[in-house]
């Protein structure tokens, strides 16, 4: 099945405690990126990468890294999360720069206390 | 990107066909309009897209008025498990170097039994 997974699903942190959250498409997609989702402020994008070893900055990169080494995988690292980065955050991957159709992961639900 | 205007809710009975109305009178000539559906919490969903003719997948059809400026996606027979928030797009495919998607504020759709 064609499908975008990430985990956790669930986290509740501290602040600046490292932590990743991982991505994994199975449908050989050269296109990836990651969103947050936040009340009325609706989708904003993180980081996206185009390629293994192309990653370039969304709307908000700020407190975020990202990495593809493998065309499969594009995890999401926060260095030292702060209670701001509390959020709902979804990986999304589409076949390539033009593609309407956009698949996305399930979600994860950070918290940062 | 067109903005677009949708309005902010809709019930629709179980069986029936649902209609979500969506304004995009600002619409350029090589835009395509897109519809995502996000359920509860989860992950963006793909409907469909289209650029003039009237488009049929599985899901749904989208129909879009000769001059352009609106369109309607019909779920021709609403089950309990459609009851979602319904995002209109509109956008040229490539425009956004990260293939990055904008949701307005979508129509919240409650289909009761």
């Known amino acids: 099945e064609a499908q975008v997974t990430q985990n956790p699903r669930y986290l509740i942190t501290v602040t600046g405690k490292k932590l990743t959250v991982t991505c994994s498409q199975n449908?050989?997609?050269?296109?990836m990126s990651w969103y947050r989702q936040d009340p009325g402020l609706g989708l904003r994008q993180i980081y996206y990468s185009m390629n293994v070893e192309v990653t370039d900055k969304g709307d908000v990169p700020e407190g975020y890294k990202v990495s593809r080494k493998e065309k499969r995988n594009f995890p999401l690292i926060l260095e030292s999360p702060s209670p701001n980065q509390t959020s709902l955050y979804f990986c999304?991957?589409?076949?390539?720069?033009?593609?309407?159709?956009?698949?996305f992961g399930p979600g994860t639900r950070l918290t940062v206390t | 990107d067109a903005k677009t205007t949708q309005p902010p809710s809709m019930d629709c009975a179980e069986g029936r066909a649902a209609n979500l109305p969506c304004n995009h009178s600002?619409?350029?000539?090589?835009?395509?309009v897109y519809w995502y559906r996000q359920i509860h919490s989860q992950g963006p969903q793909y409907i469909i897209h289209g650029l003039k003719n009237n488009e049929t997948n599985e899901m749904a059809s989208l129909i879009i008025t000769e001059d352009r400026k609106s369109s309607t996606l019909i779920l021709p027979h609403a089950t309990l498990r459609d009851t979602a928030v319904y995002y209109c797009i509109v956008r040229p495919p490539g425009q956004s170097a990260g293939n990055k998607l904008t949701f307005g504020g979508g129509t919240r759709v409650l289909v009761k039994p």
């Open positions: 449908m050989n997609h050269e296109y």
């Open positions: 999304a991957s589409s076949l390539n720069r033009d593609s309407y159709e956009q698949y």
């Open positions: 600002t619409i350029s000539g090589n835009e395509y």
